[in-house]
């Protein structure tokens, strides 16, 4: 089965498969179309329109050290519209998201496929069909949303960040994902969520495409799904206590439950943050049967696994904070036959674990970690807008073929937004990592950015 990738840079319902949710967003733009000739109505959509022009200068290299392939240096520049409507006035209101984004490329770095080649593109930009990068590609994301008292609904591209889904943004564009979501906070210290997501857009793509897992979304028997279904609720009975859960579902490849708390302790000196998660993972649908993962449903796993979803998966993180100072330590566990499952086409991802670092996730089936992490804020000491952080992870017992298996990765971050000046809101930030392991490729890699954003309403 080949990969679905649609054939379009918008980043909204445009193929056959998507006809109940085309039409939706048609008449929601249709009755938002006839309000707005009433220009009473239409006030709060104009008049609490807000747009904005970034832009984001972004080098990217990558060496990847150990037989896992050539090198990858590339550099690129992007321009991105984000405009954001009000609503327009009534019980029900209405408004409209455009999101419009462009990347140039002013280094793609050699040609994919080659041989001898130094670098190979392909972490940025799209590639040609000679193997080089693009020398620019772009998408334009709509999204029509309705509000009603405290409730609102989302029809179109979204960026979606929740413990069972979260929008990657480690390259020059975003990955973005495309379905509806409706958010309720009709209860005081309460907020509900629902939806159903059906394609992304991957980071270094214009096109969308289907949904899968490690495991299942490489080679001739490659398998996709077009419905993440998820719900959740986040609840704060204290102004200092948060507890979470929420509910994913990837049709026939895996079932997901989320449990998380987070609580802020005000000591006497400094403070304390604790911050716990347990997910449950199982299969679902094809991959729970022999013959649906013979088709390809599978998931990757222990070494001599099924490829049937069965993951545990919990952790703990404590982080003290005074002056300017944190200091974290942590640690995550996994059981189960299977990696920690999420939607994963191999270009990167963000997940909602302690361990999700720059390159490594630690969610590999029996892997056990370690955390530990220090930040400053330098504004204690007189530089506002400049912090730096300094993460470090160790991996061990994992379940792959071989014996002890172990890996390990070394974060270092600094960001920095200028203060006054001509440059003043300029931001600068260098992530540097550098990942080692005999279950892993040993990776060094730094990325420079640039951010600038211009407010235009």
């Known amino acids: 089965m080949s990969h679905p990738a649609l054939d379009s840079s918008v980043s909204i319902f445009t ?33 609490d329109s807000k747009a904005t022009l970034s832009l984001r200068n972004f080098y990217f290299n990558q060496d990847n050290r150990n037989g896992g ?29 455009v999101f419009a984004m462009h990347g140039i490329r002013l280094d793609g770095g050699g040609r994919a496929g080659k041989a001898d080649a130094e670098r190979t593109p392909g972490a940025l930009f799209p590639l040609e069909s000679n193997g080089k990068a693009k020398t620019d590609f772009g998408r334009v994301g709509v999204t029509g949303k309705l509000r009603y008292s405290r409730t609102e609904a989302r029809l179109g591209t979204l960026l979606p960040k929740m413990p069972v889904l979260i929008y990657n943004d480690g390259r020059l564009l975003p990955q973005l994902f495309h379905g509806a979501q409706i958010t309720s906070n009709e209860i005081d210290n309460l907020s509900l969520t629902a939806g159903k997501i059906e394609h992304s857009t991957e980071r270094n793509s214009a096109d969308s495409h289907g949904l899968s897992i490690a495991g299942a979304n490489s080679g001739s028997n490659a398998r996709f799904s077009n419905e993440f279904y998820f719900a959740g609720a986040d609840y704060k009975p204290t102004r200092d206590l948060l507890l979470q859960y929420y509910y994913g579902n990837l049709r026939d490849f895996y079932k997901q439950h989320f449990f998380g708390l987070i609580h802020n302790w005000k000591l006497p000196v400094g403070a304390l943050k604790s911050d716990l998660r347990y997910f449950y993972s199982d299969s679902d649908g094809k991959n729970e049967s022999a013959s649906g993962r013979a088709e390809g449903y599978r998931s990757a796993g222990a070494n001599g696994s099924s490829g049937e979803v069965d993951n545990n998966l919990w952790s703990a993180m404590f982080t003290y904070s005074l002056s300017g100072h944190s200091l974290g330590l942590g640690y995550q566990k996994v059981t189960g036959n299977s990696d920690w499952p999420r939607i994963n ?108 954003s211009i407010p235009l309403l």
Do not use: C
């Open 69 to 97: 392939g050539p090198r990858s240096d590339e550099w690129g520049q992007a321009f991105f519209l984000d405009y954001k409507s009000g609503f327009t006035e009534g019980p029900v209101g209405f408004g409209l998201d």
């Open 15 to 47: 193929e056959p498969a998507r006809g109940a949710e085309r039409t939706i967003l048609a008449a929601m733009l249709a009755i938002l179309g006839q309000t707005l000739a009433q220009p009473a109505t239409a006030a709060g959509f104009i008049e």
């Open 345 to 452: 086409l191999g270009t990167g991802q963000t997940v909602h674990l302690i361990t999700n670092l720059q390159n490594g996730k630690f969610a590999s089936a029996g892997e056990k970690s370690l955390v530990g992490q220090y930040a400053y804020d330098f504004a204690k000491l007189g530089v506002p807008g400049l912090k730096a952080s300094l993460t470090y992870v160790k991996g061990w017992d994992i379940d792959a073929a071989g014996s002890d298996k172990r890996e390990w990765e070394r974060d270092f971050r600094v960001d920095y937004t200028v203060q006054s000046g001509f440059l003043k809101g300029v931001g600068l930030t260098w992530r540097n990592a550098a990942l080692r392991g005999n279950d892993t490729t040993d990776r060094d890699e730094n990325r420079l950015i640039v951010s600038y």
